[in-house]
């Protein structure tokens, strides 16, 4: 009866899925659960190294490896299943000859291991394995059972074509249009060429911990000779802006609780060096990942990039891909690194499944002129079939295999794209026509962000993320941690300086780890620093702290739903000011969410100023996430509903006599920041990369 039951819910599954990824996950999910096992895992056979075997889906394992972890059909256990072509049950799998340890997985030592190939027609395409930390016996029931679970995961695999070369053409015949998020402007056409990750692999079985700690060691070293390199490279061709980036992780790579977490993984918990920097690296990334702000959480790409530089050098991780003339890179995402290594002269473009629209890689593709897109599913499937690429990086389309029509489109539309002639530095006093002067100010998240905007010459900073310097050290930032992070960046910058006060979740303080379906509509931001107020009053009291010295200081209170939320805090600072005697900063108010756009002259009895959070606010608004690809094109900002709810917002502070504030990469699309001056917004806080070219263009248009 069992068996019955396992089997048919695989059946419910394949009728009940969205897609084929979502019949794979969740078939794995069940059959871990049915089994009792700790891990099961889908391999499939590569399309485009057909001696390679690629990790397709796991659960128990880590999932930042599915899609990127590949090994060799003639390499480990899994490799021995697919090539015996039979059944194959291990115990004491960890001394097996054949072990082989992928770091890149985060692979527990699992004792029993059990692979069934799965079988096509006239092949084999792949494996499915299962790994438990117990010892098994190899029953005769059980053995049945999984061999009847892969025969059905197999005809899953044909039903979908992923196997069959003569349903390609029938499956994908014409040309196939796939929209993604745009993360670069710009149009590429060329042939995909394919990123494979590849982990290589180790045998842990006699690990001698001073050769790890040594290995380590040298691996830090040439990580910082990697980085100083790019620098310079960047720097001598006047990338200034670009070097920045890798100067941050020059900073991540040698903090020094990122290193001691590493090594006290290795010595304590007698781990290699390289599953030390994957496993200290993972909860850093799942860390940034878990917040709200889209920006914080793209910050993972950064600490990715750092572990797969180590990991090279560790002797554990390259990656593998072959470019002709008019290369587009395909893959699952690129780091900053990659991206800043692009040999341009062969690579036209590039389509990743995971890059952010405000991410390193974007900023550097943009800064490079690399069209690009992101947010494209199933990105294997296609390449399948792909011979030639177009890639639209302004409206996020891609047509594979195109038509003859499409295709002279296309071309074009290229030879009429001018490359923008360098303009120089733009004078920052920009004054209108009527009189009033356009500010700039610029969103920061470190001190090299600091000094970038007064490099620019910002007209203020118009939004530090405190929260930022929190994730980076949670255990220590403290009172006094706050307070030279605070003065450190006010030292460098004459303007004004906006702090927001920490925009995280719950999850992000080990006394409030409560679980949220969906933690950016749950207890964020000020919710949660009011829900445990002993971490608002010590950013208050460090805030005020550094007011007395740096008058410039101001602090913008973050999601904020009711006048009751903005007046606890800001009494609470008046308070803590009262008792040191001095006076309070001024306070403002982001509005993010609607119900604030209603409460705005409530709200003025108790701010100053008030900054919109462009990005989020159009979020709530639409009820669409720009970062999914299946609504990413409802996600335009010119729409008139939303131009409309700013003009509206406009006019409602300018009765209450507040300063008013756009904060948001809104304001960086010319066209809108047209609009926005013509309805009396003058002042724009934004990524500081693009403040210089907003500048020409006024000049240019509206002066």
């Known amino acids: 009866m069992r068996k019955i039951e396992l089997l048919l819910e695989i059946s419910n599954i394949i009728l009940d899925a969205e ?30 190294k057909k001696d390679t075997l690629t990790l397709m889906a796991t659960d128990g394992l880590s999932q930042s490896a599915v899609g990127n972890v590949t090994m060799k059909t003639s ?59 117990k010892d098994r016996k190899n029953t005769e029931a059980m053995k049945a059972l999984i061999k009847a679970a892969a025969a059905q995961v197999s005809t899953i695999m044909m039903k979908h074509y992923l196997y069959e070369p003569h349903n390609d053409d029938d499956m994908y015949e014409g040309e196939i249009n796939v929209r993604g998020i745009p993360l670069s402007g710009g149009i590429a056409i060329g042939s995909p060429a394919m990123v494979l990750s590849r982990f290589v692999e180790k045998n842990t079985g006699n690990l001698d911990i001073s050769r790890e700690l040594q290995e380590l060691e040298n691996a830090f070293l040439k990580t910082k000779a990697d980085l100083l390199k790019l620098i310079d490279e960047l720097d001598n061709n006047g990338s200034n802006s670009d070097s920045e980036i890798f100067q941050t992780h020059l900073l991540m790579l040698e903090d020094s609780m990122f290193r001691e977490d590493i090594k006290k993984h290795v010595t304590e918990h007698r781990k290699s060096a390289a599953f030390s920097v994957r496993h200290v690296a993972d909860k850093v990334i799942k860390r940034f990942m878990s917040i709200p702000d889209r920006y914080i959480r793209e910050r993972a ?9 180590l990991l090279s050098h560790l002797g554990v991780m390259r ?45 550097l593709a943009k800064s490079r002129h690399i069209p690009a897109v992101s947010g494209v599913k199933k990105l294997s499937e296609f390449m399948e079939v792909a011979q030639t690429i177009i890639l639209d990086g302004d409206s996020g389309e891609i047509f594979i295999n195109p038509t003859a029509e499409r295709l002279k489109e296309y071309n074009e539309k290229l030879n009429n794209i001018k490359q923008k002639p360098d303009l120089g530095e733009a004078d920052p006093n920009i004054v209108l026509p009527d009189g009033e002067r356009v500010y700039f100010y610029a969103n920061v998240s470190s001190l090299l962000d600091a000094e970038r905007a007064r490099s620019l010459k910002a007209d203020g900073i118009g939004l530090v993320r405190t929260e ?15 307070v030279k992070a605070y003065e450190e960046i006010l030292s460098m910058f004459p303007g004004d300086v906006v702090f927001r006060l920490f925009d995280i979740g719950a999850d992000k303080k080990s006394n409030l780890e409560i679980p949220e379906d969906n933690p950016a509509l749950g207890n964020r931001g000020i919710r949660l620093l009011l829900d445990g107020k002993r971490m608002l009053e010590e950013q208050l009291r460090a805030l005020i702290e550094v007011y007395s010295s740096y008058p410039s200081l101001k602090i913008m209170v973050p999601f904020v739903s009711t006048p009751e939320e903005l007046r606890d805090v800001v009494l609470l600072g008046r308070q803590i000011a009262e008792e040191r005697g001095v006076k309070a900063p001024s306070f403002g108010t982001m509005i993010e969410i609607p119900s604030a756009v209603f409460y705005i002259e409530e709200l003025a009895e108790y701010c100053d100023f008030f900054s919109i959070g462009s990005n ?82 006024i000049r240019n248009t509206l002066c």
């Open 19 to 48: 897609s084929m990824e979502d019949v794979i996950t969740r078939t794995v999910t069940h059959l871990r659960r049915g089994l009792g096992s700790d891990v099961c895992s889908v391999y499939l056979l590569s399309k485009f």
């Open 75 to 133: 390499e480990g256990l899994t490799g021995l299943s697919f090539t015996n072509g039979e059944y194959t049950f291990i115990r004491n799998a960890s001394k097996h000859p054949r072990f082989n340890y992928f770091p890149g997985i985060n692979e527990e030592p699992f004792n029993t291991y059990i692979g069934v190939p799965l079988k096509g027609r006239a092949h084999i395409i792949g494996v499915l394995v299962f790994q438990f930390k």
């Open 301 to 309: 790409g950064d600490v990715e990039d750092i572990s797969k530089r």
């Open 319 to 363: 990656r593998d891909v072959e470019l002709g003339e008019n290369s587009i890179l395909i893959a699952d995402a690129l780091t900053p690194g990659e991206t800043a290594s692009l040999d341009l002269e062969k690579v036209t473009g590039f389509i990743t499944s995971k890059d952010g629209a405000t991410s390193h890689t974007a900023i």
């Open 468 to 482: 930022i310097f929190y994730l980076q050290n949670p255990a220590g930032f403290g009172f006094e941690e706050q």
């Open 616 to 697: 989020d606010l159009f979020q709530y608004f639409f009820a669409v996430d720009r970062t999914n690809p299946a609504v990413s094109s409802l996600y335009q900002t010119n729409n008139k509903a939303f131009l409309a709810l700013l003009e509206h917002i406009y006019q409602r502070v300018a009765k209450t006599g507040r300063k008013l504030e756009i904060c948001g990469e809104i304001a960086a699309d010319e066209r809108i920041l047209s609009h926005l001056i013509k309805t009396g917004y003058r002042i724009f806080s934004l990524n500081p990369y693009v403040i210089n070219d907003l500048r020409h263009f």
